[in-house]
Structures are given as C-alpha cells and as structure tokens.
C-alpha cells in the first residue's frame, strides 16, 4: 500500500509561483502525476514523471510547470511558474503501481491519490 502525502498549496498573486510536494510511502520509483480539479470541473491530468524521470505535460501548463522526483527522498515536486487565474484548483499527486507513464493521462491509470491541496491565483 503507497501514501502520498501532498504539500505546498497556497494563495499567489497572477504571474507568481508555487513548489508542490508529493512524499511516497513504499516504492520510490513508480510512475507518478499530477491531477488538478477546478471548482466546478472534472479531475484533469497535469504532468507525470515515470521512474526514469522522463516527463510529460498537459498542453495548459507547458512551458510554466516542471515535475520533478527525487527518488532517494521518495518525493515529486510541481513547480509552477507564471500561475494564472486558471489554474485555481485542487492539486493531487497520484501513483501507478508501475514505472511506467506510457498513455496514463487519466485518473482510472493511478491506484495512489494524496489527499490534496489547494492552489488559489487571484488576478
């Protein structure tokens, strides 16, 4: 069984910037992600990271989010640059019982969620 434990939300200004953490229980190499659900909008795919830290993003924050792992600290970081009012959502870091990411851009591929933290982007 993997916990996740999330951290890092907050309240920022437009054009500012967030560090998220995600901090694993179990095994440290394991394809994980970044989901967010805006108020009022289903669960969507950010980013993911396989156990080889090669990543993918969603076409919304390309270009101003960057995950990232640090697999001796069982720990995945989103860090968000030049944040909109769009991204105002609830963040959570999931996990597959794989390294693998291939094609995993929806909640159904992820057998791990954190608890969540909220991000707030006033304009």
């Known amino acids: 069984q993997v916990q996740l434990v999330e951290s890092g939300g907050g309240s920022v200004q437009s054009g500012g910037s967030l560090r998220l953490s995600c901090t694993a229980s179990?095994?440290?190499?394991?394809?994980m992600a970044w989901f967010r659900r805006p108020p009022g909008k289903e669960r969507e795919w950010v980013a993911r990271?396989?156990?080889?830290?090669?990543?993918w993003y969603a076409d919304s924050v390309k270009g101003r989010f960057t995950i990232s792992r640090d697999n001796a600290e069982k720990t995945v970081y989103l860090q968000m640059n030049s944040l909109k009012p769009e991204d105002t959502a609830e963040y959570y870091c999931?996990?597959?019982?794989?390294?693998?990411?291939?094609?995993?851009?929806?909640?159904?591929?992820?057998?791990?969620w954190g608890q969540g933290t909220q991000v707030t982007v006033s304009s």
């Open positions: 999931a996990a597959r019982d794989s390294k693998m990411c291939y094609g995993a851009r929806t909640p159904s591929a992820y057998s791990y």
């Open positions: 179990g095994n440290s190499n394991s394809c």
């Open positions: 990271i396989n156990g080889d830290s090669i990543s």
